[in-house]
């Protein structure tokens, strides 16, 4: 049974910083493989965050975290993590981990190319 697990959501104030972990259990996320982070907030569309590619570590941003989040992998504990600085309001959201399968490497923000989901962390900005 495949499942991904979020965790260290929470509430913090605009400025603050949070780390989200991804631990994958039942599933050793593929070596050619991708991860990302999503979130969504109420009313809109799930877009992407952050995306690392697990064979070489190559990551990927999409603006709204460009330069305040890291993505990161510790592949020992078959974990992915987002790390989150200088939050704003705006990063409020439900945060979901996915992973995929990728041949070539591209980790493209698109949901539709991610087979596996967790449940989700909130994260909240005040």
């Known amino acids: 049974h495949v499942q991904l697990v979020e965790s260290g959501g929470g509430s913090v104030q605009a400025g603050g ?3 989200l972990s ?4 039942g599933y050793t996320f ?6 990302g982070w999503f979130r969504q907030s109420p009313g809109k569309e799930r877009e992407g965050v952050a995306t690392i590619y697990i064979r070489d570590g190559f990551t990927a941003y999409a603006g709204s975290g460009k330069g305040r989040f890291t993505i990161s992998q510790d592949n020992a504990k078959n974990t992915v993590y987002l790390q989150m600085s200088s939050l704003k309001p705006e990063d409020t959201a439900m945060y979901y981990c996915a992973a995929g399968y990728s041949s070539n490497g591209d980790c493209r923000f698109s949901p539709d ?4 989901w967790g449940q989700g962390t909130q994260v909240t900005v005040s």
Not at 22 to 25: L, M, P, R, V
Not at 113 to 116: H, T
Request: with cysteine; charged share 25%; proline share 0%.
């Open 113 to 116: 190319d991610y087979n596996y």
């Open 30 to 35: 593929y070596r050619r493989g991708c991860v």
């Open 17 to 19: 910083s949070l780390r």
């Open 22 to 25: 991804c631990a994958a259990s």
